[in-house]
T-cell receptor, first 117, second 111 residues
Framework: GAVVSQHPSWVICKSGTSVKIECRSLDFQATTMFWYRQFPKQSLMLMATSNEGSKATYEQGVEKDKFLINHASLTLSTLTVTSAHPEDSSFYIC?????????????FGPGTRLTVT | KQEVTQIPAALSVPEGENLVLNCSFTDSAIYNLQWFRQDPGKGLTSLLLIQSSQREQTSGRLNASLDKSSGRSTLYIAASQPGDSATYLCAVQGSQGNLIFGKGTKLSVKP
C-alpha cells in the first residue's frame, strides 16, 4: 500500500514552454502533498506544500507564478512549470501525506526528470 | 534555519564491510529523523524513522541512532552488499511536517 505515482517520469521541453507534472496517491487519500526539487549532487529542497482545496504554501525563493500548483482532489496534485528555462532543469519529486494517520507519514513518488533545452 | 549535513559525501567499500554514515543537524527541535535510500534517477525509499523521543531503530542489517541533544544521527550498515550501493539521505522533520534533507552520502559497495 501507500503508493505514489508521478507522470511523466521524464520530459524534455523547449525553453519558453510550460510543463505539467502530476502526482497521484494511488491507494490512499492525501490532504497534503509536498513538491521537492533536486539539482545534481544537491539535496532535495522543498518547493511548496500543497493542500487540497486551498492555495499552496511556497518556500522562500520559489516563484509561485512560475511554479503553479493545483491540488484539486484528495489524490491528485499538479505542478506546472510555466515559461520553462534551462535553469529549471531538475529532478522534481512529490510526496503525499495520508489524510488519516500520523503527521509524519510521507510517501514519495518516483520523481520526474525535467530537461529544458 | 535548520541545516542538515552528511559526511562523507561519498564512500567506497569492499563487500562484507561494516560501515557508518553520519548526519548532523543544527536545530535539535525536531519531530523525527529519517534515513532514505535513493537509487540513480529514482524516488526515495524510507529505510528507518526515529522519533525524537527514541534513541535508535533497527531494520535487518541497518541500525540508526539519534542523539538529539548533540544534533547527530548515524546509520550503521552491517555486512555490506553490492545491492546496498545507492545514495543515502538523512532528513529531519519539523512540527510543520516538511522534511529538510542533507545532500546525501553516495555509497558504492564493490564485489
Amino acid at each position: 500500500g501507500a503508493v505514489v505515482s508521478q507522470h511523466p517520469s521524464w520530459v524534455i521541453c523547449k525553453s519558453g514552454t510550460s510543463v505539467k507534472i502530476e502526482c497521484r496517491s494511488l491507494d490512499f487519500q492525501a490532504t497534503t502533498m509536498f513538491w521537492y526539487r533536486q539539482f545534481p549532487k544537491q539535496s532535495l529542497m522543498l518547493m511548496a506544500t500543497s493542500n487540497e482545496g486551498s492555495k499552496a504554501t511556497y518556500e522562500q525563493g520559489v516563484e509561485k507564478d512560475k511554479f503553479l500548483i493545483n491540488h484539486a482532489s484528495l489524490t491528485l496534485s499538479t505542478l506546472t512549470v510555466t515559461s520553462a528555462h534551462p535553469e529549471d532543469s531538475s529532478f522534481y519529486i512529490c510526496s503525499a501525506r495520508p489524510s488519516t494517520g500520523s503527521s509524519y507519514e510521507q510517501y514519495f513518488g518516483p520523481g520526474t526528470r525535467l530537461t529544458v533545452t | 534555519k535548520q541545516e542538515v549535513t552528511q559526511i562523507p559525501a561519498a564512500l567506497s567499500v569492499p563487500e562484507g564491510e561494516n560501515l557508518v554514515l553520519n548526519c548532523s543537524f543544527t536545530d535539535s527541535a525536531i519531530y523525527n529523523l529519517q534515513w532514505f535510500r535513493q537509487d540513480p534517477g529514482k524516488g526515495l525509499t524510507s529505510l528507518l524513522l526515529i522519533q525524537s523521543s527514541q534513541r535508535e531503530q533497527t531494520s535487518g542489517r541497518l541500525n540508526a541512532s539519534l542523539d538529539k541533544s548533540s544534533g547527530r544521527s548515524t546509520l550503521y550498515i552491517a555486512a555490506s552488499q553490492p545491492g546496498d550501493s545507492a545514495t543515502y539521505l538523512c532528513a529531519v522533520q519539523g512540527s510543520q511536517g516538511n522534511l529538510i534533507f542533507g545532500k546525501g552520502t553516495k555509497l558504492s559497495v564493490k564485489p
